[in-house]
């Protein structure tokens, strides 16, 4: 099995490079974010271990390009944050687990050991479907009926959060933390923009449209049929 551990504080990372080899695992170390996005897209790695804070690129923006990139490596996030909140987002960004600092190295090694084999019962999809509308996340495609269809970073997070919850009402304040990563502002209009463009894109041409408003709700992609 093959590591990558994400870390910053070195002396840290040192002793859990060491507990990790000892155990029968090969691990590879960085301590910059940039550094690790490289690691991530060039290598492969049975699971990562990430620092939340990190020069460069903090950890949860690791996470989340790893995920939008198709990447579904279990990735264990270490982080001296330990709300309730901090750990939501955590999870949210994309992360399996995650570990509050200080910790004990026996607790690190079980939780990965899970990770581990929650990895290998379960091998990761990489394509979303919703009636005639495919979505493919490795390749970073899409289309309906065949045709492919252009869209911008934002669009295709927003329609990859719609797909994975197909079916089911997706609320504005879903959507600003999940897509955005910022708190509800009922002022703002980003969401309306951008529903209404993704609406043009995959709607416009078909007799059944996927993507529907809900009234005093949200928006929810089902198929109509």
Do not use: C
């Amino acid at each position: 099995m093959r590591l990558l551990i994400v870390e910053d504080d070195l002396e840290a990372a040192a002793y859990m490079v060491k507990g990790l080899k000892e155990s029968g695992y090969v691990a590879d170390h960085v301590a910059d974010g940039r550094e690790a996005l490289y690691r991530v897209a060039a290598e492969s790695y049975d699971a990562v271990i990430v620092d939340r804070m990190l020069p460069s690129v903090d950890g949860l923006t690791i996470v989340r390009t790893m995920r939008t990139a198709g990447n579904h490596a279990p990735v264990l996030i270490l982080s001296a944050l330990g709300d309730v909140d901090d750990r939501v987002k955590g999870l949210r960004a994309g992360g399996d687990d995650y570990l509050v600092k200080p910790y004990a190295f026996a607790e690190l090694l079980a939780r990965l050991e899970a990770l581990l084999r929650r990895g290998r019962a379960d091998p990761p999809d990489t394509t979303l479907k919703v009636a005639d509308l495919e979505m493919d996340l490795v390749a970073r495609t899409v289309k309906r009926a065949g045709k492919p269809i252009e869209l911008k970073p934002k669009e295709f997070a927003l329609l990859e959060y719609l797909m994975r919850h197909a079916g089911h009402v997706v609320t504005r304040t879903m959507l600003l933390e999940n897509v955005w990563d910022y708190s509800f502002d009922p002022q703002t209009n980003v969401i309306d923009v951008h529903i209404s463009r993704l609406r043009q894109k995959i709607d416009k041409g078909h007799d059944k449209p996927l993507l529907a408003t809900i009234r005093g709700a949200g928006y929810s992609l089902r198929d109509s049929n």
